[in-house]
């Protein structure tokens, strides 16, 4: 079900991955994958940190201001992990 909402989205130069690269690839933010999976921007943060493929942009801290931390997932990070998370429920049933 998210891959066909994924592939509506895309622009067609970039579908199907054309490149070969994922640089060139759709990257969703977390509130994006959020609403595509049904669950909250915290829960997906602690899915998807440390995965590799995420892009992580990171603003130089200073003393007065937070730290601000922009996440990127790339349409190929969201499947593997779908695929896996879906591949565990299956092994735990």
Not at 10 to 21: A, L, T
Not at 42 to 71: C, L, M, T, W
């Amino acid at each position: 079900m998210v891959e066909n909402n994924l592939e509506a989205e895309q622009p067609d130069n970039v579908r199907g991955g054309s490149h070969g690269s994922p640089a060139f690839e759709r990257h969703f933010s977390v509130k994006q994958v959020a609403e595509l999976w049904g669950l909250s921007p915290d829960a997906v943060r602690r899915i998807f940190h440390g995965q590799p493929g995420v892009v992580e942009i990171q603003r130089n801290r200073s003393v007065h201001k937070r730290r601000y931390v922009s996440v990127r997932i790339p349409q190929s990070v969201v499947e593997r992990v779908h695929r896996d998370l879906c591949l565990v429920k299956v092994l735990n049933t």
